[in-house]
């Protein structure tokens, strides 16, 4: 099974890509041994802000279509979204601004799981919200979601872990949800 992931978010410091690094790392170690995970980092698909105008002068830009190829290769895509002002960073928004225009169903019917973490109380749900009941209309099989509040409380820096067993468990069982049916569906 091959798993795309990646964090919605361009920070190097992503509090949102360790928590995708480790829910890929415990899909992979505990859940699927065989499991192919690669995670791919926004920053390697900076463009030029989507305007029509500029599609229209110069095309798609070949990272747009280096993306949305990644997700075409991909059994499942796990996603864990940074939320900037209640709603998606503005390096997400773009990236897939443009891979909408190579086809509108960017995630092609691909089972995902979403997840979002913030320092604050909120863990992010305004965006997980927002993307779990966005995302099918561009071809995302949303399976489920999880947010993790206080990030620098609940997750040892580190050990690039979750502390809280109430929590692991949580995510262990969603993520084992999402690889019990992709691989019914085989």
């Known amino acids: 099974m091959n798993i795309l992931s990646f964090a919605a978010s361009n920070s190097r410091q992503s509090i949102n890509k360790q928590l995708v690094s480790h829910a890929s790392l415990m899909l992979a170690e505990q859940i699927d041994t065989e499991a192919r995970v690669e995670t791919i980092d926004l920053n390697d698909y900076e463009m030029p802000i989507y305007s029509v105008d500029r599609e229209n002068e110069t095309g798609i830009p070949a990272m747009a279509h280096r993306f949305f190829n990644k997700v075409r290769e991909a059994d499942l895509v796990l996603i864990s979204f940074a939320e900037h002002n209640g709603s998606y960073s503005a390096a997400y928004k773009n990236l897939y601004d443009w891979a909408s225009r190579i086809d509108m169903r960017v995630y092609e019917g691909k089972p995902m799981l979403l997840l979002a973490t913030s320092p604050g109380p909120g863990g992010a749900r305004n965006v997980l ?31 690039q872990r979750l502390v809280d067993p109430n929590l692991k468990a949580e995510l262990i069982q969603k993520l084992s949800e999402l690889t019990k049916s992709q691989q019914a569906a085989a």
């Open 129 to 159: 919200k927002s993307a779990a009941e966005s995302l099918p209309h561009f071809g995302a099989d949303v399976r489920g979601t999880f947010s993790l509040e206080r990030f620098h409380d609940n997750f040892d820096h580190d050990e």
